[in-house]
Every structure is written in structure tokens, then in C-alpha cells.
């Protein structure tokens, strides 16, 4: 099942768009972009660590920031 944000990225943002999220939190602007099927690049900027890593281990990714 896609999410909102990617059904709303596809409808009003142009091929290539960049998204800048300063208030990243848990993502959801990220997967949105992820799951577009536009070639969206996504830019997210979190002071808190703690929801990046949730983020991270999430994607499966299990990298250390």
C-alpha cells in the first residue's frame, strides 16, 4: 500500500522536484519520496538522533550515524 505523501508527490511535484524536510521526525516525507514513482530527491534535517536511528533500523540499513 503507498503512502499519502508519495500519492501527493506523484500528483503536484515535477519530475526531479527536491524535497527539503527541516523537521524530519519519523520520515514520512522520506518514505513518501522513496515510494514515488518520480525521481524526487530528498533533502531532512533532524536535531534528534533518536528518530534517525529508528528511521534507519526501520529501512533495515543498520548503519551507525
Not at 519519523?26 to 514513482?37: I, K
Amino acid at each position: 500500500m503507498r503512502m499519502l505523501s508519495s500519492i501527493i508527490f506523484d500528483k503536484i511535484l515535477d519530475e526531479k522536484a527536491i524535497i527539503f524536510d527541516p523537521f524530519m521526525g519519523s520520515g514520512s516525507s522520506l518514505h513518501g519520496s522513496l515510494l514515488s514513482s518520480k525521481d524526487i530527491r530528498f533533502v531532512g534535517v533532524e536535531i534528534n538522533e533518536m528518530p534517525l536511528k529508528n528511521l534507519l533500523f526501520q529501512m533495515n540499513l543498520n548503519e551507525e550515524i
